[in-house]
């Protein structure tokens, strides 16, 4: 059973702070992973890629992948209100297609 | 350009009728997916198509699931003989490369059962 856990909060910070949200996964062989986020009542929407170890930025965001870990995280810097919604982590393991999904984690901006 | 559509959006069924969920992905994009998901979950893998072959299916929770691309665009699932814990949200989703896309996600069926 491939497993992708994610903190589950719920996460509240307040408008402009630094959130960080936290992804492990359990199927070492894993090769991408992503960040989708759902507002309530939403589908959701792809936000980040990250493919190999390290870092990746765009925007207020950054991916970042330890595979020696079997860790991905997000972070969500000069949070808004509008960043208020589940992030959810995904990761595509040795199975051509499908994606693994955890949980979700609830954020909360706060003005 | 226009996005991954499904349709209905929402769709009350009686216990033990058949429905039909339909799905139209982001032409071009060869990869099709379902999903569905429960109320506080993230999503859960039901099938895969590559253009009109499904090549996953192993999500399908029961044999009253199918789903067929007959043409390698349009997709429909179908729920026979429904029962009350079919109630989820299903999603569709596709992409253009299926080894490194991320997944583009349609709007959703909101399938209830009574």
């Known amino acids: 059973q491939k497993e992708v856990e994610q903190n589950s909060g719920p996460l509240s910070v307040p408008e402009g702070a630094i959130a960080s949200l936290n992804c492990t996964y359990s199927?070492?062989?894993?090769?991408?992973f992503f960040w989708y986020r759902q507002y309530s009542g939403k589908s959701p929407e792809l936000i980040m890629s990250i493919y190999s170890n390290g870092d990746k930025e765009d925007g207020r965001f950054t991916a970042q992948l330890n595979k020696a870990s079997q860790y991905v995280s997000l972070l969500i810097r000069d949070s808004q209100p509008s960043d208020s919604a589940t992030y959810l982590c995904?990761?595509?393991?040795?199975?051509?297609?499908?994606?693994?999904f955890g949980r979700g984690t609830q954020l909360t901006v706060w003005p | 350009g226009a996005g991954v559509s499904q349709s209905p959006r929402y769709k009350v069924a009686k216990r033990g009728q058949d429905v039909a969920l339909r799905c139209d992905p982001i032409s071009g994009h060869v990869s099709l997916f379902w999903y569905q998901q429960a109320l506080g979950q993230g999503p859960e893998f039901l099938t895969y198509f590559q253009n009109e072959a499904q090549l996953d299916k192993s999500g399908l929770p029961s044999d009253r699931f199918f789903a067929e691309r007959p043409e390698g665009s349009v997709s429909t699932l179908k729920i026979q003989r429904t029962q009350q814990e079919d109630s989820a949200v299903y999603l569709c989703?596709?992409?253009?490369?299926?080894?490194?896309?991320?997944?583009?996600f349609g709007p959703g069926t909101r399938l209830t059962v009574t």
């Open positions: 995904a990761v595509r393991g040795s199975t051509l297609g499908r994606l693994y």
């Open positions: 199927d070492r062989v894993s090769q991408s």
């Open positions: 989703a596709s992409s253009l490369a299926p080894a490194l896309d991320g997944q583009y």
